[in-house]
């Protein structure tokens, strides 16, 4: 999927992203839709916590997990994460 910007009703192809970018933007992309963007109003009035929703992409998108099994692999090696992502 080539990203086709519009600059004075003219298109250019500014670059091409290989397949596991592609597969990562729209996995992004879906998640945004559907998780963030119907809570903005919320979050901005201070009813959502945007931790929790930074919280949540991070486990579906599986970076916690990622992010453990690197502090494993990292024997003796501690490691402070902020704000308990990791929980």
């Given at each position: 999927m080539k990203k086709i910007y519009r600059i004075a009703e003219e298109e250019r192809t500014?670059?091409?992203?290989?397949?596991?970018?592609?597969?990562?933007?729209?996995?992004?992309?879906?998640?945004i839709e559907n998780e963030?963007?119907?809570k903005v109003d919320a979050m901005e009035d201070g009813e959502v916590s945007t931790f929790d929703?930074?919280?949540?992409l991070f486990q579906t998108l599986g970076i916690t997990e990622m992010i453990k099994a690197l502090i494993k692999d990292r024997k003796g090696l501690r490691l402070s994460l902020a704000g308990g992502f990791l929980e």
């Open positions: 500014m670059f091409e992203l290989p397949e596991g970018a592609r597969m990562i933007e729209e996995t992004l992309r879906k998640y963030v963007v119907p929703v930074a919280k949540k």
